[in-house]
């Protein structure tokens, strides 16, 4: 039980597409983080949002675009990707945002970009 | 800011025997550490974490791991590995000033040997 759920599990999409990732969560927590996984590249974080505020967007391409309705829903909505956007895209959420708050991730969206 | 570094991408195992995977971490204070494993097409789970407090910490799976402030180090252990140990593991940073930003290390991928 991951308590994480992403949707799709696997994207193939062209350049000129436009296409959302969703993650939702049902563990009460009230952060949500974005993560890109590539291979042989540590995980890197994309967006944090803690209340639905967005509290960290760590200098992420304008073609990828969060949006967070509410503390259980976080969306990530692409257009005009590149071929280096190609990777595991992983949902997380956790209680706040602390740094002392464990992280519980989905098991993520593989995004294919041809 | 802080880093995280795990020197050994890729160890092989065999069942039974012991497995200990190195993480050497960079931060002013005394960070909040974690370690977490991903097994194929999955997200990352918790393996155990590392506030303060006792310096040798019990995790899930029958891990542990240790806190060693003047190594700046924490490694992962486990006395007899089992196949399904087979995955990748992450050591993670955080400190009380990057809210929400965990630096991930680039992983150890362990393979477990009949």
């Known amino acids: 039980e991951t308590g994480v759920t992403q949707t799709p599990r696997h994207l193939v999409m062209g350049m000129t597409n436009k296409k959302s990732l969703k993650c939702e969560q049902h563990?009460?927590?009230?952060?949500m983080y974005w993560y890109k996984q590539s291979a042989k590249k540590p995980l890197e974080l994309m967006f944090v949002y803690n209340f639905k505020e967005q509290t960290e967007n760590n200098s992420v391409p304008s073609r990828f675009s969060p949006e967070c309705p509410n503390s259980s829903h976080l969306f990530l909505h692409l257009h005009t990707l590149q071929p280096e956007d190609s990777a595991l895209y992983l949902c997380?959420?956790?209680?706040?945002?602390?740094?002392?708050?464990?992280?519980?991730f989905g098991d993520g969206t593989r995004l294919s970009i041809l | 800011a802080q880093s995280v570094t795990q020197p050994d991408i890729h160890i092989t195992v065999s069942e039974g025997a012991s497995l200990e995977l190195r993480c050497n971490y960079s931060y002013g204070a005394t960070p909040y550490l974690f370690w977490y494993v991903q097994s194929p097409g999955q997200g990352l789970q918790l393996l155990l974490k590392y506030f303060s407090g006792d310096t040798l910490v019990q995790g899930i799976k029958g891990f542990e791991a240790e806190f060693k402030r003047s190594q700046s180090s924490f490694n992962l252990r486990k006395p007899s590995v089992h196949w399904s140990d087979a995955a990748e593991y992450f050591c993670a940073v955080g400190g009380t000033d990057s809210w929400g930003k965990l630096q991930f290390g680039a992983g150890t991928q362990v393979v477990v040997t009949p």
């Open positions: 563990l009460g927590h009230n952060a």
């Open positions: 997380a959420s956790s209680f706040t945002s602390g740094t002392d708050q464990p992280q519980h």
